[in-house]
């Protein structure tokens, strides 16, 4: 490697890169803007040279309208294994991917090798469609069930980021999420009801207390997101989407810290700590960064929320 380059093995030809940079505020974003137009991806080919990226940062024949899990979707099952089959050609499987592999190759599906639905028998395919279907339906319903409800809460439980041989569980996520942390680097418990199971709605005034002994365990920093019912983040006047604990919050006298989760301001006193819902149905996320180990082993639990009109 050149000299000042660290290097990172990957196991596939593809790598994601999601960079993260710390902000504590708006008052932070100039400088983090100025950090962020100083980053550059360069090959390794072209190291120490003069390079420029190429001029579009996609390939144009990628459909990047329709959402992915929507071309999966309408994706006939044929399509579906011809993609895997050129995927396994770029990227070969892990070695303890050898038992999925054996299977695949029942099918005629070898990897590093295209694969020709055309040879196989009408019946063959047939049934390559329907098992595609009760995926798909298999796939949406445990993608609604990631991880265990507690006090309200979604709680990812493992494997998370890494899964192993575990392709349900890694199909679940990238349903919805496409990727997923470490556990041990963050753990995003999301909440799509109240303290009696009722649906979060911003008809309604709710209130997310966390005691001073029950504030997140976190090693990091943690932060609550609002949502509105199809997972966008909601417009507010304020341009406020969350809340955490770098933001000026009012904490009550006994160290504790009451949230307002509603869609009108709790008035001037409350402003601090309120998160401003949609007129209709929501959910919010909790982000918990570097959690400690009560929250990996989940004897820490994030406290219901409750309605109080």
Same mark, same amino acid.
């Given at each position: 490697?050149?000299?000042?380059?660290?290097?990172?093995?990957?196991?596939?030809?593809?790598?994601?890169?999601?960079?993260?940079?710390?902000?504590?505020?708006?008052?932070?974003?100039?400088?983090?803007?100025?950090?962020?137009?100083?980053?550059?991806?360069?090959?390794?080919?072209?190291?120490?040279?003069?390079?420029?990226?190429?001029?579009?940062?996609?390939?144009?024949?990628?459909?990047?309208?329709?959402?992915?899990?929507?071309?999966?979707?309408?994706?006939?099952?044929?399509?579906?294994?011809?993609?895997?089959?050129?995927?396994?050609?770029?990227?070969?499987?892990?070695?303890?991917?050898?038992?999925?592999?054996?299977?695949?190759?029942?099918?005629?599906?070898?990897?590093?090798?295209?694969?020709?639905?055309a040879k196989l028998e009408p019946a063959m395919i047939k049934t390559l469609e329907?098992?595609?279907?009760?995926?798909?339906?298999?796939?949406?319903?445990?993608?609604?069930?990631? $991880?265990?409800? +507690?006090?309200?809460?979604?709680? *990812?439980? @493992? #494997?998370?980021?890494?899964?192993? /041989?575990?392709?349900?569980?890694?199909?679940?996520?990238?349903?919805?999420?496409?990727?997923?942390?470490?556990?041990?680097?963050?753990?995003?418990?999301?909440?799509?009801?109240?303290?009696?199971?009722?649906?979060?709605?911003?008809?309604?005034?709710?209130?997310?207390?966390?005691?001073?002994?029950?504030?997140?365990?976190?090693?990091?920093?943690?932060?609550?997101?609002?949502?509105?019912?199809?997972?966008?983040?909601?417009?507010?006047?304020?341009?406020?989407?969350?809340?955490?604990?770098?933001?000026?919050?009012?904490?009550?006298?006994?160290?504790?810290?009451?949230?307002?989760?509603?869609?009108?301001?709790? $008035?001037?006193? +409350?402003?601090?700590?309120?998160? *401003?819902? @949609? #007129?209709?149905?929501?959910?919010? /996320?909790?982000?918990?960064?570097?959690?400690?180990?009560?929250?990996?082993?989940?004897?820490?639990?994030?406290?219901?929320?409750?309605?109080?009109?």
């Amino acid at each position: 490697m050149p000299a000042g380059v660290k290097k990172l093995p990957s196991p596939t030809n593809t790598v994601w890169i999601i960079g993260r940079t710390l902000t504590r505020g708006q008052a932070d974003y100039a400088a983090v803007h100025a950090i962020q137009a100083q980053y550059t991806l360069t090959p390794l080919s072209a190291w120490g040279k003069q390079y420029s990226p190429p001029a579009g940062p996609v390939d144009p024949s990628v459909d990047m309208k329709t959402a992915p899990v929507q071309q999966v979707a309408k994706m006939a099952a044929a399509t579906f294994f011809q993609t895997l089959a050129k995927s396994m050609k770029n990227d070969r499987p892990a070695p303890a991917d050898a038992l999925a592999v054996k299977r695949l190759a029942a099918l005629g599906m070898m990897a590093g090798k295209d694969f020709d639905p055309a040879k196989l028998e009408p019946a063959m395919i047939k049934t390559l469609e329907a098992g595609a279907k009760q995926a798909q339906k298999r796939i949406e319903a445990k993608a609604l069930k990631i $991880g265990a409800m +507690k006090n309200g809460w979604q709680i *990812p439980e @493992p #494997p998370m980021g890494t899964y192993g /041989t575990d392709y349900e569980q890694r199909a679940a996520i990238a349903f919805f999420g496409l990727g997923a942390n470490l556990r041990e680097d963050a753990v995003y418990p999301t909440a799509y009801s109240d303290q009696e199971d009722q649906p979060l709605t911003g008809k309604r005034h709710y209130v997310l207390h966390f005691a001073k002994e029950q504030l997140p365990p976190v090693k990091a920093f943690w932060s609550l997101t609002m949502y509105d019912q199809d997972s966008f983040l909601v417009p507010n006047p304020g341009g406020r989407y969350g809340l955490g604990d770098r933001d000026p919050l009012k904490y009550n006298a006994d160290g504790s810290l009451d949230l307002y989760l509603q869609h009108q301001s709790p $008035g001037p006193e +409350k402003e601090a700590n309120w998160l *401003p819902a @949609p #007129p209709d149905d929501f959910n919010v /996320t909790l982000r918990l960064y570097w959690p400690e180990k009560a929250i990996l082993d989940g004897t820490w639990m994030p406290p219901p929320i409750k309605r109080v009109d």
